[in-house]
């Protein structure tokens, strides 16, 4: 095998503690400068207000949402959007449709469980 090629990682899609479903595209410790996940939010759900230790942008491919960043007011997403995320502010997205909403996330560096820090009150 060439060393150009890497083994992309679970293709699988599962739950996560956020509320929504992940299929990790590419999220492998051998390839540490980015990770790419798609999610998907199932309508009427909020995912879990958290912090990453990473940058991180959601590039949004079907349905509707409302995204909040950093504290501000929630606003209105869709396909075609992108949405920057700083390392460590505070971030969530709601399914405002009828339908599925699906995005990529894509985290530089990569995503690793570590750096999730969940902003709810348990």
Same mark, same amino acid.
């Given at each position: 095998m060439s060393n150009h090629i890497k083994k992309a990682g679970n293709p699988d899609e599962f739950w996560i503690r956020e509320r929504c479903f992940i299929r990790e595209i590419a999220n492998t410790p051998d390839v540490s400068d980015f990770s790419l996940a798609e999610t998907r939010v199932e309508a009427g759900v909020t995912t879990e207000l958290h912090s990453l230790a990473v940058q991180e942008w959601y590039v949004l491919t079907q349905g509707t949402g409302a995204v909040e960043v950093d504290g501000e #007011?929630?606003?209105a997403v869709g396909p075609g959007d992108i949405v920057e995320i700083p390392a460590g502010v505070?971030?969530?997205?709601?399914?405002?449709?009828?339908?599925d909403l699906v995005f990529y996330c894509v985290c530089l560096p990569r995503f690793t469980p570590d750096c999730y820090v969940s902003l709810?009150? #348990?």
């Open positions: #007011k929630p606003t505070s971030q969530r997205i709601s399914n405002t449709g009828d339908d709810e009150e #348990k």
